[in-house]
């Protein structure tokens, strides 16, 4: 079974830094795009940032030149380094993975983790 684990969230001063990390674990042989995105109490889950297998990567307009998303494919992980933090990045955080290979040539769709909360003080 794939599990998606996040670390990194926590409380930092707005123009601080954070580095979020999701580990996919399990039976996984490859990842295609992986991303971030965040939800608000009370708003709809939104896009953060993506990235390829190849490293391509989409960005958010919201965070555009304060955030850099990256992988590590050895070690089936995504991060999001966060930097000029600001109070309405304040959010739970979610790792996601549009398709994990669980064995050759069987695909699973849609992985997520459970989140982990950033919050930005003013």
């Known amino acids: 079974q794939v599990q998606l684990v996040e670390s990194g969230g926590g409380l930092v001063q707005a123009g601080g830094s954070l580095r979020l990390s999701c580990a996919a674990s399990g039976s996984i042989f490859s990842i295609n795009d992986m991303g971030w995105y965040r939800q608000d109490p009370g708003k709809q889950r939104e896009l953060v940032a993506t990235?390829?297998?190849?490293?391509?990567?989409n960005y958010a307009d919201s965070v555009k030149g304060r955030f850099t998303i990256s992988r590590d494919n050895a070690k089936n992980t995504v991060y999001l380094q966060m930097n000029s933090l600001k109070p309405e990045d304040t959010a739970v955080y979610y790792c996601?993975?549009?398709?994990?290979?669980?064995?050759?040539?069987?695909?699973?769709?849609?992985?997520w983790g459970k989140g982990t909360l950033v919050t930005v003080s003013s």
């Open positions: 990235i390829t297998s190849g490293r391509r990567t």
């Open positions: 996601h993975a549009e398709k994990i290979e669980v064995r050759r040539g069987a695909w699973g769709m849609n992985y």
